[in-house]
């Protein structure tokens, strides 16, 4: 499911939005892919880590801009 989610971001983003290169850290099989475009970093996590790094709480002063389940 991260691989695929993954996957389609670059292909979404690609070449678009004035976007920096899109770098990558991280694999499917660990649970956690981060995209770096400079001042956007994205963050996919699998429903195990997400719940190991309990970020709802972590950030839970931030603003909420997007949440996908």
């Known amino acids: 499911m991260l691989r695929a989610l993954s996957d389609e971001v670059q292909k979404k983003t690609k070449g678009?939005?004035?976007?920096?290169?899109?770098?990558?850290?991280?694999?499917?099989s660990t649970g956690w892919i981060l995209h770096d475009y400079?001042?956007?970093?994205?963050?996919?996590?699998?429903p195990m880590r997400r719940d190991f790094y309990n970020l709802e709480e972590l950030w839970q002063d931030g603003n909420v801009l997007v949440h996908i389940q």
């Open 16 to 28: 678009r939005y004035a976007l920096v290169a899109d770098r990558l850290e991280g694999e499917a």
């Open 38 to 46: 400079g001042d956007v970093v994205l963050h996919l996590f699998s």
